[in-house]
């Protein structure tokens, strides 16, 4: 079992810039991959960023490249999303999500076995 908790969510001015922290307890060895996700009013749930722990490659969603980037703490067990030049429409609820080796990294939210709760981000313009 994986127990995942977001932290750094907050309210930004457009342009501006926060860091997510997911950190992870448990069963930590065979984490596989951490994803974020994030979810607007309204909006179906879509992912954001993912990294495969053990060599840090990560990938991203078009409408976040180039603004947000991912790195890990592996001492602490910890997955981090910079986000930089914030725009309103990043506005949503941001989960990270994760799942262990033998299970795929790919696909859609339902495919992720364990979730944080959530960090608000609130981008005004």
């Known amino acids: 079992q994986v127990q995942l908790v977001e932290s750094g969510g907050g309210s930004v001015q457009a342009g501006g810039s926060l860091r997510l922290a997911c950190a992870a307890s448990g069963d930590t060895r065979r984490l596989k991959c951490v994803n974020w996700f994030r979810q607007a009013p309204g909006k179906e749930r879509e992912g954001v960023a993912k990294?495969?722990?053990?060599?840090?490659?990560?990938s991203y969603a078009d409408s976040v490249k180039g603004r947000f980037t991912l790195s890990q703490d592996t001492a602490e067990n910890t997955v981090y999303l910079q986000m930089n030049s914030l725009k309103p429409e990043d506005t949503a609820m941001y989960y990270c999500a994760a799942n262990l080796v033998g299970t795929s990294c790919i696909g859609p939210p339902s495919n992720y076995n364990y979730w944080g709760r959530g960090t608000q981000v609130t981008v005004s313009s």
């Open positions: 990294i495969y722990l053990y060599d840090g490659a990560a």
